[in-house]
Structure formats: structure tokens, C-alpha cells
């Protein structure tokens, strides 16, 4: 049985990530800075992919936080006239600097990346001194800027559900990170979950 659940949920990343690429494709000449969309929204999904098996919850609930949480941001389109609410530069500014955030933070994990909270080791270097979930942040700063430059009520609807379930994911994957002491030891020195001075 989860086997088939999990390629199912693959399967299903898969098409939405084939049908975000084509619309993203399509408008890539009218706004070069999907690319660092693109580059931000596609990885997790390779990374799903490849990922090498760890300790895993086995409670549904998180599961679909995960889910949610990486399936509404690849339902987002480029609009067809860009919406501008912020400079372009801006924009293209806090998309680069999510992008570097989720970079650094994804070849932190590399195959331990994972969509349901598991403890495949915990990562103490980099990004993770800052912050304990930099990939979140990462994913905030890229979607916020793709959303400033691309606004739509489809869009803004799909990235609110997408962050509201990053913040009950990150939860879960505290609750199920706290089992383990070099986790409960990085929450001492490394205070804030994905905002410094926030969150």
C-alpha cells in the first residue's frame, strides 16, 4: 500500500510539474524571471523523485500539508499582460534571493528531501544557522516575488493556501523532528523556524 501511495503522489507531481513547465515556456520570453520560478517550483519535484528512503510519520495529515503545500504552487500561471505591483527589479530581487535561499538549502538535504515529514539526519550547516526550515523561506521570497509581478485573485488564492500549509507542515515536521536530541539541540542555537525575529 505505500508503494502505491507513493508513486501516486509522483505520478501526480509529475503532471502538475509537466503542466506548470508549459505555461512557464510559453511566457518565457515576455518574463525571463520565470526561469527563477521555474528553477525554485521544479527542483523539489526532481529531488521527490530521487529521494533515498528515512524514518517517516505515517499520519496522514502531514502528508496532505506536503502535499498541499507543493502541488498549489505549480497551479500558478504567468499572466499574459504582467501585473507589475512592485519594480520588476524588486520582484526579480526577491525571487533571486528565495532561489539562492532554497538552492543552498536543497544541496544541504540533496536525497534527504522529502514531501511528509521524515528524519533523514539533521542539517546543522549553511542556511540552517539562520533559520531551521531556509527552504520555506525560500519558497516565500520566490513565490511572493513571481506574485508582485504576476498578480491575479487565481494566483494569490493558490499561493495562500501553498503558505498556509508550509507553516502546518513546518509543525508537523517539528513534532516529528523533536523526537530526535541533534534536532532538539539545533532549536536551542538556532532560534526561529523560518522568519528571523518572526517565526
Given at each position: 500500500m505505500n508503494k502505491i501511495v507513493d508513486y501516486g503522489e509522483r505520478l501526480f507531481l509529475l503532471v502538475l510539474a509537466a503542466n506548470f513547465f508549459y505555461s512557464i515556456e510559453l511566457n518565457i520570453r515576455e518574463q525571463p524571471l520565470l526561469i527563477l520560478l521555474a528553477a525554485s517550483e521544479l527542483l523539489p519535484?526532481?529531488?521527490?523523485?530521487?529521494?533515498?528512503?528515512?524514518?517517516?510519520?505515517?499520519?496522514?495529515?502531514?502528508?496532505?500539508?506536503?502535499?498541499?503545500?507543493?502541488?498549489?504552487?505549480?497551479?500558478?500561471?504567468p499572466t499574459e499582460s504582467p501585473t507589475f505591483v512592485i519594480p520588476v527589479a524588486l520582484g526579480g530581487t526577491l525571487m533571486l534571493t528565495g532561489l539562492i535561499f532554497n538552492l543552498t538549502a536543497k544541496m544541504a538535504l540533496w536525497r534527504s528531501f522529502g514531501l511528509a515529514p521524515a528524519n533523514r539526519g539533521v542539517r546543522v550547516g549553511g542556511p540552517y544557522r539562520l533559520v531551521r526550515?531556509?527552504?520555506?523561506?525560500?519558497?516565500?521570497?520566490?513565490?511572493?516575488?513571481?506574485?508582485?509581478?504576476?498578480?491575479?485573485?487565481?494566483?494569490?488564492?493558490?499561493?495562500?493556501?501553498?503558505?498556509?500549509?508550509?507553516?502546518?507542515?513546518?509543525?508537523?515536521?517539528?513534532?516529528?523532528?523533536?523526537?530526535?536530541?541533534a534536532y532538539r539541540d539545533l532549536t536551542r542555537t538556532v532560534r526561529f523556524r523560518l522568519m528571523p525575529f518572526i517565526y
Open positions: 519535484v526532481v529531488l521527490i523523485l530521487i529521494r533515498r528512503p528515512g524514518q517517516c510519520t505515517q499520519e496522514w495529515l502531514p502528508f496532505i500539508y506536503a502535499l498541499l503545500g507543493t502541488a498549489a504552487p505549480l497551479m500558478v500561471r526550515h531556509p527552504m520555506y523561506l525560500g519558497y516565500f521570497l520566490t513565490q511572493l516575488g513571481f506574485l508582485f509581478t504576476n498578480l491575479t485573485i487565481g494566483n494569490a488564492i493558490k499561493y495562500l493556501l501553498a503558505w498556509s500549509m508550509q507553516i502546518l507542515r513546518i509543525r508537523e515536521e517539528e513534532k516529528f523532528l523533536l523526537q530526535d536530541k
